[in-house]
């Protein structure tokens, strides 16, 4: 083990000396483009896009193009990135991760390959976690681009498609990774190639890359229809799910997050809904609705997993403690959530489109991203993404001081404890954050200071619209800000003045969290560029984490240490390391989870990119769809009559052949029975094919401009394949939540999966082949065609 841990450290230290020396090539024209005038500078970008246009490639033109970028944003920003941001620009010009403590500039860093990039004219993606992020980079750094000669693009929410289609057609475009995939779905759903919105994916640079590629790789992108409803059922089984009292009734088990009936609670459930059994077949909904139910009133947690706002039931985000607006729980959580808090129940709805992040990002030409924390998930990086964790050196030294964490056998022992350290370090002038893993959290602590008498503000999901401000003020002399993980991400708190002296920025965790990341994302925000600070985080038994993963193990530790009474508290990095054990537990959980979930998607993969491929190809033509409608007759046509004619010829089934005929290709007096006698099946089958091919002509007469011809190709064919589409993917989501059963069968619920999920897509293409040859041949032509 040591010495794969010396390799892997002594690889790195070679590859940063690589890109080091690369580094050294862009400082090598510093000088001379120092001494360039604005307009020779900014006539650098015409020349770079020329010298691509003839065959250099972006490796060729780097260190240039690195040098004006670098030189640009000196006379445009007042910024000039160091060595080390040059080598982090590398890194992800190379489609890499670029690992940057806070306050390294990254946002800077990013300018360089992303100018270099844009010269392709292929578009250049940044993405951030939220749209203040976006519109804070598209117009700071948009002014060098601009200025450089290049067109930035903002893509929001709220844009109509035109903007967003200026947005995207920009050389360099700044969005969120939600609107990203939801505009992909989108676009895979159009009926005119002219209502698209996205170029094709070609580079992108995610800024907090573990945040969106990790924490919410499991979270699907779904656009939804509606689907019939079934909010009685939902009122129904939470009324039951009220009645009923934990261990006797109903059993949680916290490690995997689910809840039980016991025998007490299942008589209880077949007297309260008058069944005989209530695990029958035929109650299968009602089943599924009580599941709902108990998670909802005794898992899902207010103020934690969600909050009411105004009268509506909204998601929060776990890693970032932001409000997850437009986010709704699947297969019926949200309502069984709205049930018990007695908010309107929104109607259930049916997927229409789906895909994860993970897929979503790996169709890019080329993906790198930058974040302060991404060595403990470097194997899910490579694994997934194909991507390499680089941890670029920091500039100045870090002389931040990290403490070993205290622990205390309760929470009110713990949240005493942080209190009286708040207090003490505030009448010492010094700037406090104050880390909370929840809103409840904040919440509660913010009581014991007012009642402390220590002014504080508080930023959480309840109140993010003014986080710039708070961020903005958080490292002024005496600013106690209490927040959750949120306050963690691409955020910098720069330190007010006289602070540096008295010790810098103060960050105290009052959990740890079940990612070390978040924790070391918290820490990161103090000891920003050499700046002093500390950092310390604050346990209690009664913990989350400590409760599910580490209590034995400290418990023990304690009775050793003869650690007695409420206000006992030890303090020691063995602590932190037994916590460290826990959370790499719980990570290795996730990424196992997150590798299921990505094993199950790219089955739905693979058929997506087949439906979504061919949807492009008939968007795109121009003249004819001909050569997809005539062999979707064709495969129609062999379909049924290789089923009716099997075996011996006084056996085949011509009675159906010909009702197949006159429902799905020809008006009857067109054919009958007779064309197929004594003929074999191939002969029935050009028989068939010539009526089909004389319909089209038809068509194609009564039709005489080639455009409506088009037009009407196109609708048919769409219509069909979305409305099938459709559907498939709601029996696929069925599918994979039944398919685990098959476990106790000891067969592998995955190649379970995808084997029907194989079958079940060849099905559905048979469906699509013969309803858009019924839909196209029956349909009646009227003159009046038009968008």
Not at 178 to 204: H, S, T
Not at 299 to 313: A, P, R, T
Not at 639 to 662: C, P, Y
Request: aromatic content about 8%; overall charge negative; proline content about 2%.
């Amino acid at each position: 083990m040591a010495n794969i841990l010396k390799r892997w450290v002594e690889s790195d230290k070679r590859e940063l000396r690589r890109i080091s020396k690369l580094a050294d090539k862009v400082n090598n024209y510093s000088s001379e483009y120092a001494d360039l005038s604005d307009d020779e500078l900014k006539a650098k970008t015409p020349e770079f896009q020329q010298r691509y246009q003839d065959g250099e490639t972006l490796d060729d033109l780097l260190p240039e193009a690195f040098a004006v970028a670098r030189e640009g944003a000196k006379r445009v920003l007042g910024l000039y990135p160091f060595h080390v941001q040059i080598m982090g620009g590398i890194v992800l010009h190379e489609g890499n991760i670029a690992e940057m403590k806070t306050g390294e500039g990254k946002t800077l860093t990013a300018t360089m390959p992303v100018y270099l990039n844009a010269l392709s004219g292929k578009g250049v993606h940044v993405v951030t976690v939220n749209e203040y992020l976006s519109s804070r980079d598209a117009t700071e750094m948009g002014e060098l681009y601009n200025w450089l000669g290049l067109t930035v693009g903002l893509n929001l929410t709220e844009m109509s498609p035109e903007d967003k289609r200026d947005a995207y057609n920009a050389d360099i475009t700044y969005s969120t990774n939600a609107e990203i995939g939801f505009d992909y779905l989108r676009d895979n759903m159009v009926v005119y190639k002219e209502d698209m919105v996205q170029r094709p994916l070609n580079f992108a640079i995610v800024d907090e890359v573990d945040s969106i590629l990790i924490d919410e790789a499991r979270t699907p992108l779904i656009i939804s229809g509606q689907a019939e409803g079934t909010s009685q059922l939902y009122q129904r089984t939470d009324r039951f799910a009220k009645t009923l009292t934990e261990d006797t009734d109903f059993k949680i088990d916290l490690e995997s997050k689910s809840v039980s009936l016991t025998e007490e609670g299942i008589a209880k459930a077949e007297k309260y809904f008058n069944l005989n059994n209530l695990y029958d077949t035929d109650n299968t909904a009602l089943t599924h609705h009580m599941d709902q139910a108990l998670r909802a009133n005794f898992i899902m947690l207010l103020d934690k997993d969600y909050v009411v706002d105004d009268g509506e039931v909204k998601i929060v985000d776990s890693f970032t403690g932001r409000v997850m607006e437009g986010r709704r729980y699947s297969d019926g959580l949200h309502q069984a959530i709205e049930a018990k808090e007695g908010v309107d129940i929104q109607e259930e709805s049916k997927t229409m489109a789906n895909i994860t992040y993970q897929n979503l990002f790996r169709m890019y030409s080329k993906l790198a991203g930058m974040t302060g924390t991404a060595r403990t998930e470097i194997e899910e990086f490579r694994e997934i993404y194909n991507m390499e964790v680089i941890s670029v050196p920091t500039n100045k030294p870090v002389i931040r001081i990290d403490e070993p964490d205290v622990l205390y056998p309760t929470l009110e022992a713990k949240f005493k404890a942080v209190t009286n350290r708040i207090k003490e370090l505030h009448e010492k002038g010094q700037p406090l954050l104050i880390g909370t893993v929840a809103v409840e959290t904040s919440e509660y602590l913010s009581e014991m200071l007012d009642q402390a008498g220590i002014p504080h503000v508080v930023l959480n999901a309840k109140n993010h619209a003014k986080e710039a401000d708070i961020i903005m003020n958080a490292g002024q002399r005496g600013a106690v800000t209490i927040a959750t993980n949120m306050a963690g991400r691409g955020t910098d708190i720069k330190l007010g003045p006289g602070v540096r002296e008295i010790g810098g920025l103060v960050v105290l965790g009052t959990e740890r969290h079940e990612s070390r990341r978040i924790d070391n994302q918290l820490r990161g925000r103090s000891g920003r560029q050499g700046d002093p600070g500390l950092t310390q985080f604050y346990l209690s038994l009664e913990d989350d984490l400590m409760r599910r993963f580490g209590t034995d193990r400290v418990k023990g530790f304690l009775e050793r240490m003869n650690v007695e009474g409420e206000d006992a508290v030890i303090k020691s990095r063995m602590i932190s390391k037994q916590v460290e054990s826990a959370q790499k537990r719980v990570e290795g959980n996730n990424y196992d989870s997150r590798k299921n979930v990505l094993q199950y998607d790219d089955v739905m993969r693979a058929q997506r990119e087949v439906i979504y491929g061919q949807r492009n190809q008939i968007i795109n033509e121009e003249t004819s769809l001909r050569w997809v409608i005539m062999p979707m007759i064709e495969r129609t046509i062999d379909r049924v009559v290789n089923l009716h004619t099997q075996g011996e010829q006084k056996d085949w089934d011509l009675s159906t052949i010909l009702d197949f005929a006159i429902s799905a290709l020809v008006s009857p007096d067109k054919v009958k029975l007779d064309d197929f006698k004594d003929k074999t099946a191939d002969e029935i089958k050009k028989v068939l094919m010539d009526l089909g091919e004389g319909v089209y002509q038809e068509k194609k007469e009564q039709l005489y401009d080639p455009a409506q011809m088009l037009e009407f190709e196109k609708v048919v064919i769409l219509r069909v394949v979305d409305s099938h589409w459709t559907d498939h993917i709601d029996i696929m989501d069925q599918l994979r939540t039944s398919i685990g059963l098959r476990g106790y069968g000891q067969l592998n619920p995955l190649v379970e999966y995808q084997q029907d999920g194989y079958r079940m897509f060849e099905e559905m293409i048979a469906d699509i082949d013969y309803d858009a040859t019924r839909l196209f041949m029956k349909s009646e032509i009227r003159q009046n065609i038009t968008r």
